[in-house]
């Protein structure tokens, strides 16, 4: 690992300024993806602002909907009534992640940036790589490419976005808050990821030394029926092949008045299957309806050599994760 | 007790036959990470100077050269003051920023019972308690860890007497190699009280996966529960069964069912 220098602020202005003002900085969030890439030589900053301290990680009812500070555990999220009652589908797409001591561990600001899991990106042994090293060439798409998506893609990077609960924030249509030099802003999350096209190195809209200092859940998204599904090859601690988060309102006649799909593990970044969202509207809820959706949501998928299942896998799961969110409660 | 160590700018770099055994191991994996091993030896009588050990790591010094220059200004180097509780004892410690939770444990303070599985946070054998909240050291700063209290295996036994959990790895013979066990004790401690605050799980109900979000806390887990909670610390021996077993039992002791 590289050696660095550490600091740790105790209010988000002295973070803001520390980060601009050290050379190579990073902020630290859990660590649990951050120290790890540290170890394996792909992050290599020269100094650390531990921002896991500084007063955001309150939880907390806001204009209807819910105030999430971005230092908040992804434990704590996961567990907090408010999220259980009214938003489920975040409770349980976080309790199917990674392990409970790294949700201890984790916050929901380092979560949103937690990087891919392709291996060629992992490990610098691979000398191809345009998100580590842009211009140097993509080596999972002529490799071994089972985990890697199938939607979203570019020719010089076909990596997944390997997380659960950013899934369900794009689902939930969460609003990302975000405070730099430049003073606050927010982002829909579906905006504050970026396509890898040809900057595979760029995966957010964050400007430099920015910090997330919360996420929203709209009041819009809350009470509805929601469901949560990950397909993995092991039944824990084990990232997703694919992942399905579906939020589902329920109208009159039994009729879908609107439906929210995004989906994880198949796509750079946490995908929002737009079209099968608008072709559901006004339709029976239920299986017949959810196929013709989950069709439209893979119809434009380009699979490699090894994940041509996928296309299947999602197209079933959406379909699973559909009907049993009409099973579940409001 | 373990002497506080100080980690010591390479101008000052210690000879031992620890840091000759290091040498070795980073010629052998060029990892530049297992240099902050070197730079926290204490004890010397015979400190080597920073020309001697890049000419003395020879095979390695192209790579001991570009980390001295990495090094912002040598400041990383330098210990930076921190204080950590660890089974009930204040340590007041200089640690280098790239020293890990799991690393200080074993390394500096000789508490060994927490193992180093993977190093990267696949595993649970490094599983300890901060403030009471299970963790992996193996991904934790120790300098992010100032001034909480770390409980490791080495202090769940109250003296002769062995934690309820300790007793029932044992009695239900939860396991075989024994190196994911000290992981698994520390991490069953944590969630058994998670579970008794509250904290949700996943279980199958009806044949779906759903939130376990029982309102009692007082009922007795199920082997699903206790399945889904504890998989974050693997055992490459298989002896899940009774390792349920034994958390099942201690469940079922401490809610009296």
């Known amino acids: 690992m590289r050696p660095f220098t550490y600091s740790r602020p105790v209010d988000l202005a002295e973070a803001i300024h520390t980060g601009q003002r050290q050379p ?30 500084l007063p955001m990680a309150q939880i907390e009812e806001r204009a209807g909907g819910l ?52 291996y060629y990106f ?18 999972a798409i002529l490799g071994y490419n089972r985990i890697h998506a ?62 997330i200092t919360a996420v929203a859940l709209p009041a819009a998204s809350a009470d509805k029926r929601s469901y949560y599904i990950k397909v993995r090859d092991r039944n824990s601690y084990a990232f997703a092949l694919v992942s399905v988060a579906a939020v589902l309102d329920i109208g009159a006649g039994n009729r879908v008045r609107q439906a929210r799909i995004a989906l994880g593990g198949i796509a750079p970044k946490p995908w929002r299957a737009l079209e ?19 069709q439209l949501a893979v119809r434009d998928a380009r ?22 969110a009409t099973n579940e409660p409001v | 007790m373990a002497k506080p160590l100080v980690a010591r700018p390479l101008d000052r770099l210690p000879n031992h036959t620890y840091l000759r055994r290091q040498r070795q191991y980073v010629l052998i994996n060029t990892v530049a990470g297992q240099v902050h091993s070197i730079l926290a030896m204490q004890s010397s009588d015979n400190d080597l100077t920073r020309r001697t050990f890049v000419g003395v790591t020879v095979g390695a010094a192209t790579l001991a050269a570009s980390i001295v220059e990495a090094a912002p200004a040598g400041a990383a180097l ?38 180093k599985g993977c190093d990267h946070g696949q595993c649970g054998a490094c599983t300890v308690l901060a403030d009471g909240v299970r963790i992996i050291s193996c991904l934790a700063l120790a300098i992010t860890q100032e001034g909480k209290h770390i409980t490791t295996i080495e202090g769940l036994a109250a003296g002769e007497q062995l934690h309820p959990l300790q007793a029932a790895f044992i009695e239900h013979d939860g396991f075989q190699c024994g190196f994911c066990t000290s992981g698994q004790i520390c991490s069953a401690v944590a969630m058994l009280k998670e579970a008794q605050a509250g904290m949700p799980g996943l279980a199958t109900v009806a044949g779906r996966l759903r939130l376990a979000t029982s309102p009692d806390t007082h009922a007795a887990l199920s082997d699903d529960e206790i399945r889904d909670r504890m998989s974050g610390n693997l055992c490459r021996c298989g002896a899940y069964p009774n390792i349920v077993a034994a958390v099942r039992s201690v469940d079922q002791l401490q809610k009296k069912v």
């Open chain 1, 67 to 118: 105030h999430i500070g971005a230092m908040a555990r992804n434990s704590e999220v996961a567990a907090h009534a408010a999220v259980r009652r009214r938003y489920p589908v975040l409770s349980h797409s976080i309790l199917s992640g990674a392990s409970p001591q790294i949700r201890n561990m984790a916050t929901i600001g380092g979560n949103l940036l937690q990087r891919t899991r392709c």
């Open chain 1, 276 to 294: 099968a969202e608008e072709a559901l509207a006004n339709q029976p809820a239920e299986e017949h309806s959810f196929r013709n959706a989950a």
């Open chain 1, 303 to 324: 699979p490699h050599r090894d994940n041509a299942f996928k296309i299947k896998l999602a197209h079933n799961a959406i379909v699973r994760a559909l009907m049993a």
């Open chain 1, 122 to 139: 992992y490990d610098p042994g691979y000398t191809e790589c345009n998100k580590r090293t842009p211009g140097s060439g993509c080596a």
């Open chain 1, 24 to 53: 190579q900085s990073k902020y630290l969030g859990g660590g649990t993806n951050l120290v790890d890439l540290m170890k394996m030589g792909v992050e290599r900053p020269a100094h650390l602002v531990d921002i896991t301290r």
């Open chain 2, 78 to 115: 330098q210990g930076v003051a921190c204080s950590l509780t660890i089974n009930g004892q204040q340590h007041k410690l200089l640690l280098e920023p790239r020293v890990t939770l799991l690393d200080l444990l074993r390394e500096r303070l000789h508490l060994t019972g927490s193992k």
């Open chain 1, 150 to 211: 199938i939607l979203g893609v570019s020719e010089h990077c076909i990596t997944a976005y390997p997380g659960d609960m950013a899934v369900a924030l794009a689902a939930l249509e969460a609003e990302v808050m975000l405070r730099g030099p430049q003073g606050e802003r927010s982002l829909p999350i579906d905006r504050f990821y970026r396509l890898p096209a040809d900057t595979p190195n760029v995966e957010n809209e964050m400007q430099r030394h920015e910090i």
